[in-house]
């Protein structure tokens, strides 16, 4: 019997998370691409939170428990590569090609290809930290300075999209200083970087006004140090490499499906289009059903996809895909979520040090960061890279999710400001305007009676 535990959020379409449980359920694939077999049996996505077969997860950490560096490198570098092939294509697309129907499918093989490198990454990611763990108990370290060794090993050593735009945007306010030069290279910034903000279905990315206006606060180069201040050898360095090495992977994998999908999106709309439905009727489309449509003009009908636009859930069990929407999506997302109880306090785990008092801001997409103002406590799910703008005006960040080398613990490190991640239910307890002090030297967040 599965059991069932929410590990991630994800906003996508129903065509996105149908072709993501087809990558997932593809043994031969994941052999084939990733050089792993263990595909997924039992998965849930429920209005864009991912429920894990927990019991699968705990399955690949023992499977892998004993290999070693070479095995864990291998696994990204063949994850870069598909990466990259991946966004080479999407970006090299041409919406007015007459193969758009061609191109629509190689498509969905490029996006399968990356896909199955996400659920494997979690769980090779903490048998590399349990390594870490395992070396550091050796010794002698407490279980405190074993966590504060963790926090600091886990910042990445190369910069991942969103921490290269500060950087390559803060060089445009230094280097650049009349009205044309300036313009010439935001246009280059936009052309490299729009993608960054999409992170919903439809969502435009980044504009060259969006760019401008964060032009005139630009902040300082974002650097990343490391100094553990353990003496390690270089068989113990090795592992610490590769922890980085993951952290920084764990975001790419991410950051490269949503800049192809930014890309692929108006290919999309157009075959959409030509197969005789709304620009946006294709995204609401399973995978299986898209070929009744190519193959045999099989059309869903329109009542079923307004019905998947307000919400769905799909559900892989013991190998089975199905999908629910209306009362029985509702029904099935109270038996996951369960009752959430009111608490004056609430715990979770420090990703990064500090205290900070402030009124909560939850947002729970991208484009609701502009609740956010200086001074705020951020509350979120989790974060993705296009959250950036609103966790450089929040004090301190609060998420439902996460662990060590999340994107929220990461990104706290490098800006320095107090984090508590995995909250569980940080979302559901607290409101909009609730004080909050968040004590992230003991993991603590409590509600502020004024």
């Known amino acids: 019997m599965p059991h069932f535990q929410k590990l991630l959020s994800r906003k996508h379409t129903t065509l996105v ?33 991912f429920y894990f077969d927990t019991e699968w997860v705990d399955e690949v950490i023992k499977k892998y428990a004993d290999e070693d560096a070479k095995f864990f490198t291998d696994f990204v570098e063949r994850g870069y590569e598909y990466g990259e092939k991946l966004v080479t294509f999407a970006r090299g697309v041409s919406v007015s090609a007459e193969e758009t129907i061609s191109l629509f499918k190689q498509s969905i093989e490029h996006l399968k290809n990356l896909l199955v490198f996400l659920p494997e990454t979690h769980p090779l990611a903490k048998i590399i930290e349990n390594k870490l763990v395992s070396i550091l108990e050796n010794k002698g370290l407490s279980s405190e300075k074993i966590q504060d060794v963790l926090l600091e090993i886990s910042k990445p050593r190369k910069l991942n999209g969103p921490a290269l735009e500060i950087k390559e945007l803060t060089e445009i306010h230094k280097n650049f200083h009349t009205a044309v030069e300036i313009q010439k290279a935001l246009d280059r910034h936009v052309e490299k970087f729009a993608y960054l ?64 999908l930014y890309y692929l999106e108006p290919l999309w709309q157009k075959v959409s289009e030509r197969l005789g439905l709304s620009s946006h009727g294709l995204f609401y489309y399973l995978e299986d059903e898209i070929l009744q449509l190519l193959n045999s003009d099989i059309k869903v009908d329109e009542a079923i996809i307004k019905e998947r636009e307000n919400g769905y859930t799909l559900l892989l069990h013991d190998d089975l895909i199905s999908i629910l929407v209306g009362s029985e999506l509702a029904s099935h997302r109270k038996l996951r979520e369960g009752l959430v109880e009111q608490a004056e306090s609430i715990t979770g785990m420090v990703a990064c040090k500090g205290v900070a008092k402030g009124k909560v801001k939850i947002v729970l997409k991208a484009s609701e960061q502009f609740k956010v103002e200086a001074g705020d406590i951020l509350v979120t799910s989790m974060t993705t890279p296009d959250f950036i703008p609103c966790m450089q005006k929040a004090v ?46 003991r993991g603590i967040i409590q509600v502020v009676k004024e």
Not at 211 to 240: G, Y
Request: proline share 2%; hydrophobic share 40%; glycine share 6%.
């Open 17 to 49: 998370d149908s072709i993501l449980l087809s990558a997932w359920h593809d043994k031969e694939r994941f052999k084939n691409i990733a050089g792993l077999d263990d595909y997924l049996h039992n998965l849930e996505i429920i209005e864009g939170d």
């Open 197 to 260: 903000g999409y992170r919903e279905p439809f969502s435009k990315g980044y504009d060259l006004a969006f760019f401008k206006e964060r032009l005139k606060d630009s902040e300082e180069d974002i650097i990343i140090t490391f100094e553990p201040n353990v003496i390690l050898s270089q068989a113990e360095q090795n592992i610490v490499d590769l922890m980085q090495e993951y952290v920084y992977f764990r975001n790419y994998r991410t950051e490269k499906l949503y800049e192809a």
């Open 396 to 441: 301190a960040f609060i998420t439902d999710e996460g662990g060590i080398t999340c994107h929220a613990a990461i990104v706290a490190r490098e800006m320095k400001k107090p984090c508590i991640i995995g909250t569980k239910n940080a979302t559901k307890i607290l409101h909009d305007g609730d004080v909050v002090k968040v004590d992230a030297e």
